[in-house]
Nanobody
Framework: QVQLVESGGGSVQAGGSLRLSCAAS????????MAWFRQAPGKEREGIAA????????YYADSVKDRFTISQDNAKNTLSLQMNSLKPEDTAMYYC??????????????????WGQGTQVTVFS
């Protein structure tokens, strides 16, 4: 049974930081394609960060590049997203996504098979 559970969301002032976590089971996060998405009300779900198994290479959308960092904690089998220099436009529901394969595709919603329930991030000015 696949379970992805996000945590760490909240409300923060612009310029602040938050760290999101995704607990995954039964998959090992370092062995499958994983990513973070976000979706604001009335907007399309946006892939913002991804990490590949094996070499751990990462990809970031331009909107978060140089501010967000995706990483794995293998001891805890969790996926993290460190978010710095937050802006009001970062306000959205954030989702953890997984593709149970070592062959990763793109960073669209259709490229991932499993999703967490989401955690809300609100950035106020």
């Amino acid at each position: 049974q696949v379970q992805l559970v996000e945590s760490g969301g909240g409300s923060v002032q612009a310029g602040g930081s938050l760290r999101l976590s995704c607990a995954a089971s039964p998959y090992t996060v370092s062995r499958i394609c994983m990513a973070w998405f976000r979706q604001a009300p009335g907007k399309e779900r946006e892939g913002i960060a991804a990490i590949r198994p094996g070499d751990g290479s990462t990809y970031y959308a331009d909107s978060v590049k140089d501010r967000f960092t995706i990483s794995q904690d293998n001891a805890k089998n969790t996926l993290s997203l460190q978010m710095n220099s937050l802006k009001p436009e970062d306000t959205a529901m954030y989702y953890c996504a997984a593709r149970p394969s070592h062959r990763c595709r793109g960073l669209g919603s259709a490229d991932f098979d499993f999703w967490g329930q989401g955690t809300q991030v609100t950035v106020f000015s």
